[in-house]
Every structure is written in structure tokens, then in C-alpha cells.
């Protein structure tokens, strides 16, 4: 049992990048608008169907998807912030959460309106090949989309770091009022908050698309994990989420194969209890942000 | 012919009680004391399955279920909502999604009592004790009882002091403590009212459709739509969810016959976002304020 403990740890940590990547947007998103966006899953879920309908029908390979479907998304995530997202940033609670869940049902249900329930999946050429190193089989799709994962996480990142505009994101993280005061274009930041968020999500989608099947409600099934990621790494924290996706992705392969596969899911939901009793601001999240979070 | 035709505006009449005593729970929760769960479905489906389990492997009479659900449940809400009141806002939402998600888990697997996947039917045998009727009407009497019982603990509520500590609490939680409000306890006594609430829905509904399974209780549509109807109606007032289900579910019910599920749940999500974004106060709310500006003026 235990000679197999690498070959788990290297696949619990490729899908971890993926789950992190999944995460990114919705942390950042939280951190600047301080709204939930229960809508991230659809994002994810379009360009998921963008990248198949490009491989289906102009047999482009989902990772070059990414160029045509992130700018897509990115649209069409400004279009959504203007329509939905605005008018409810001074809301209460309630309405904020159910604009966003509003959201996530009309997409989905376009989605299934137009493309039907049916469960599709891409073929690669590279689809079924694999790198062994020593005793560990590497899956070429999960590792490239690994590694895809990686860079954009490093990417946004050092833009938030180092530009210009992502130091003002920062700030608004921070304290959003301050940061108005110092004479930062908030309505614009949030436009571009909501953008580069759920165009990471796109990313994120297209590199699931070899590995893991495109329906209507794949959306549902990733934002659990993506809610129990943010909030492990904390919610507003972009490295904290690429960590919370590192370690959810471990736990659940090693759950998955040393336990039980049912109790895979199970374990995830039991984190996220505890995590949001022990530690609601996260392992990388501030403390108080679970209290001050949608002030 | 005449009696189908008859059964099918019974058995909107009868889902729209039922949706309006669900949704007025959660009416509680959500619109007087700020606690915006998501998890309502939880409750609803232990609700269910304790009286199905209770009929179909015990024999005994599903009033007994009955008692067993209201208690499991109200227990069971005491002890997963008291840790989470410490989470605010969204992150309790959060929080209240995972216990459905984790109750269809347990259902599914729970094979011995719950039948899995597979689901419960419960044998067609008429009687008061076992709460099964074969008209249509009975259900529907009391459905509306069931729905003029929750609008009666909400007006109560509403005009007691119970709903104005709730208020307080959830209109600024800091200030409604130093006024010396036992924040604690005050959502602990509206979460628990709710649950049992909700877990009568669940009988109830257990003993109309006679079959249950894990998706079709614990499924966080049922959430979302219990929700949905108090804030098309009016969130925090009594008879908001009533106006909400009037409107929504006879509207549903003509969707579904015309298209099939994702038409009809697009036309759904739309009313949410429209309700949302346009009458954040719900149908009673703006119609309150409309009638104040006329009179005003």
C-alpha cells in the first residue's frame, strides 16, 4: 500500500494546482468586491464548452483554447459586473448571494437549453499518454495542465505585486474605502476584479477539459471544491488559494484510495467545517476578515 | 377527464401551500434575524425520510415519524447552526450549504434505512393514522393549515418582542448585544422554530408524493427555492412568502407543462435575478412603499 504513497502524492498535487487554479478567481473576486460569486462555477463551465465546441468543430487543442476563450470570458465577466454584480455591491447579504446563485442558474440553464444534459469529453492525441519517472506514472494532460495552472497563478501574482493596477487591488483588499480616498478608480478596479477573476477560471477551464467531462452542471460539482479551497487558503488570498488547492487535492486522492472513495467528498466537506469553526480566516487570510468580509 | 383536469389545479393549489409554509420558515431565519441559509433542504429531507423510515421499515404510524423528525431535526439545527453563528453574512451561507450536500451522502449510503439511490416509495394505504388521503382536497386542507400555522408564528413573531431582537440582531449584531440582547440564544430559538418547521414541510411532502429520494429532498434546488419564493414576496414580512409561492408556483407549474427543464429553470433564474435587481423589497415590500409614496404625495 504504501509504495504507492509517490504515485498518490504526485496526483493529488497535479489536480491540486488545477483545484488552485479553480480558486484564484474566486478568492480575488471576494477580496476586492467582497462578494461571493456562486456564479464562478458557470464561468468555468462556458469556457469548458468553448474549448470543447473549438476542439469539436475547428479541432483546436483546448490548451490553445485558452487564448480565444480567457478574452471571451473576460467579456463577458465585464458585461456580468455591469448588469448584475454593481447594482448589489451596497446590498445586504441576501440579496448579494442570491444575485450571484440567479446568475449561476440562468447560465446554467442556457447551457443546457442549447447544448442538452449530455455528459461530452475532448480526445487529445496526448490524451492517454503518460511519463514515468522512476515507479510514478504521469499523466501528460494533468501534468501540463499543472503546469498551466502554475503560470497563471505565478502571473496574477506578480501582476498584483509589482503593476500598478494590482497594488491599487491590493489596497482595496485591504480597506476599500481607504483606498478610495488615495484616489483609486474603485468602479474601474472592480470591473477588472471580476474580469481577471473569472477569466482565470476560464483558464482553469479549458485545462480541465481534456481531464474531466464538459456538461451543463459541471459548474456545481467544481465550485464545492473551489468554496472549501478559498476557504482553507483564505478567502481574499490568492497564494493562500493556490495552497488550499495543493492540500485539498492531496487529501482527497489519499482518502480516495487509503479509505474509501465515497468518503473522498465527505472529507472535503468535514475540512471545510472545520476550518470555518477553527480558523475562519484561513490558513494565508487575515483575522477578522470573516467578520468585517461583507461590510 | 373532468376529475384529472380537477386533480392537476388541486395539485398546484396544494404544492403552492406547501412552498408558502416552506418558504415562510426560512422567511424566519433569513428575513427577520439575517441568518441566510442555504442548507433549508437539510431539514426538509430529514423531515422526509424519518416519517418514510419510520412508516415503511417500523410500521408505525408516520405521526410518529413525525415527532421523531421535528425533534432530530430542531436538535440537529441547535447543534450545527450554534458553531456557525460566529461566521457572518456570506460566510455563514457558506457554511449552511455543505449540510445538505453531506446529508445526500449519507442518504445515499445509508442503504439499510434510506434504500440508497434507489429511494423510499411509501405503500398507498388511506387513513387518517397514516396521514394518506385519497382526495386531493384533504391534502390541500391541510397544506393551507400547515401554511396559515407558519404565517401565524411569523406574525406572532413580527409583533412580539422575539422579532424585534431579531431584528436588532440582524440589522447590527454589536449594538443589539450591548442593548443586552442574548444574541445566542435569540438565533438558536428562531433557527430551531424554523427547523422543525421545515421538517413538518417534509412529512408532509413525504406523505403526498408517497416517494422520496436522496436528489429530490436534499437537493439544494429545493433550497434555492424556498428562498427564492420569500424574496419575490418580501423577505421579513409575514405574508411575503405566501404572495412569492401565489405568484411562483402556479407559474411553475404551467412552465413545466409547456417546456421542458432547461427553459423552465432559465425562465426561473431570470425571475431571481429580475426579482433581485429590480424589487430587492419583494412584491409586499414595494407594493408598502408604493402605497406610502401615494400617500405622501
Not at chain 1, 19 to 38: K, Q
Not at chain 1, 95 to 112: E, K, P, R, W
Not at chain 1, 150 to 169: N, P
Not at chain 2, 278 to 290: N, R
Amino acid at each position: 500500500m504504501l509504495d504507492l504513497l509517490p504515485q498518490l502524492l504526485v496526483s493529488g498535487l497535479l489536480i491540486g494546482g488545477i483545484y488552485g487554479l479553480l480558486s484564484i478567481g474566486l478568492t480575488l473576486i471576494f477580496g476586492v468586491l467582497r462578494i461571493v460569486n456562486f456564479a464562478q462555477g458557470e464561468f468555468i463551465m462556458l469556457a469548458m464548452f468553448g474549448a470543447f465546441w473549438l476542439h469539436a468543430l475547428f479541432a483546436i487543442d483546448p490548451f490553445v483554447s485558452i487564448f480565444i476563450v480567457t478574452p471571451l470570458v473576460f467579456g463577458l465577466g465585464l458585461l456580468a459586473e455591469r448588469i448584475v454584480i454593481k447594482p448589489i455591491l451596497h446590498a445586504p447579504h441576501a440579496m448579494q448571494i442570491f444575485a450571484t446563485f440567479g446568475l449561476s442558474v440562468v447560465m446554467q440553464n442556457i447551457a443546457l437549453t442549447f447544448w442538452g444534459p449530455d455528459y461530452r469529453s475532448v480526445q487529445t492525441s496526448y490524451s492517454s499518454q503518460s511519463f514515468i519517472v522512476g515507479n510514478v506514472a504521469i499523466s501528460a494532460t494533468s501534468l501540463y495542465g499543472f503546469i498551466v495552472a502554475v503560470l497563471m497563478a505565478g502571473m496574477l501574482i506578480a501582476f498584483l505585486q509589482f503593476s500598478r493596477d494590482g497594488k491599487a487591488l491590493r489596497a482595496m483588499v485591504q480597506n476599500r474605502y481607504a483606498a478610495s480616498l488615495m484616489g483609486v478608480n474603485t468602479d474601474r478596479l472592480n470591473r477588472l476584479a471580476f474580469g481577471a477573476g473569472v477569466a482565470s477560471a476560464a483558464v482553469a477551464g479549458c485545462i480541465l477539459t481534456p481531464i474531466y467531462y464538459t456538461f451543463p452542471t459541471v459548474g456545481v460539482d467544481l465550485i464545492i471544491t473551489a468554496f472549501v479551497v478559498v476557504v482553507l487558503g483564505g478567502l481574499g488570498s490568492v497564494a493562500g488559494a493556490m495552497a488550499g488547492g495543493l492540500i485539498i487535492g492531496i487529501t482527497q486522492t489519499l482518502t480516495g484510495f487509503y479509505i474509501s472513495v465515497e468518503l473522498k467528498d465527505v472529507i472535503a466537506l468535514v475540512l471545510f467545517i472545520l476550518i470555518l469553526l477553527i480558523r475562519p480566516q484561513g490558513l494565508f487570510g487575515r483575522a477578522g476578515m470573516e467578520e468585517v468580509g461583507t461590510k | 377527464m373532468s376529475t384529472l383536469f380537477n386533480d392537476y389545479y388541486l395539485n398546484i393549489a396544494v404544492m403552492t401551500c406547501l412552498w408558502a409554509a416552506l418558504s415562510g420558515a426560512w422567511n424566519l431565519m433569513a428575513g427577520y434575524g439575517g441568518l441566510v441559509s442555504l442548507g433549508q433542504s437539510a431539514f426538509f429531507g430529514i423531515g422526509a425520510y424519518m416519517t418514510a423510515i419510520v412508516y415503511t421499515k417500523y410500521g408505525i404510524s408516520p405521526w410518529f415519524g413525525l415527532v421523531a423528525g421535528i425533534l432530530v431535526t430542531t436538535g440537529l439545527a441547535a447543534v450545527i447552526s450554534w458553531p456557525c453563528f460566529r461566521l457572518r453574512g456570506a460566510f455563514f451561507s457558506l457554511a449552511t450549504l455543505v449540510f445538505p450536500i453531506a446529508m445526500e451522502i449519507v442518504a445515499n449510503n445509508l442503504n439499510d434505512y434510506t434504500r440508497g439511490p434507489s429511494g423510499i416509495a411509501i405503500p398507498f394505504r388511506p387513513g387518517l393514522d397514516t396521514f394518506i388521503f385519497r382526495s386531493r382536497w384533504s391534502y390541500l386542507v391541510a397544506a393551507f393549515a400547515l401554511m396559515m400555522l407558519v404565517y401565524g408564528i411569523t406574525r406572532w413573531i413580527h409583533r412580539g418582542k422575539l422579532g424585534l431582537y431579531l431584528i436588532a440582531v440582524r440589522d447590527d449584531e454589536a449594538t443589539a448585544a450591548s442593548m443586552g440582547i442574548e444574541i445566542v440564544s435569540v438565533k438558536l430559538i428562531v433557527v430551531m422554530i424554523s427547523a422543525a418547521l421545515t421538517a413538518v414541510g417534509g412529512f408532509f411532502y413525504a406523505q403526498y408524493i408517497l416517494f422520496l429520494d436522496p436528489p429530490s429532498v436534499f437537493s439544494i434546488n429545493i433550497s434555492v427555492q424556498i428562498a427564492l419564493l420569500s424574496i419575490i414576496g418580501g423577505l421579513g414580512t409575514p405574508f411575503g412568502p405566501i404572495v412569492g409561492s401565489l405568484v411562483m408556483t402556479p407559474l411553475d407549474g404551467v412552465l413545466s407543462q409547456f417546456f421542458g427543464g432547461g427553459p423552465r429553470l432559465l425562465i426561473y433564474g431570470v425571475a431571481l435575478l429580475a426579482a433581485v435587481l429590480l424589487a430587492p423589497k419583494g412584491i409586499v415590500g414595494t407594493a408598502k412603499e408604493w402605497r406610502r409614496s401615494r400617500w405622501t404625495c
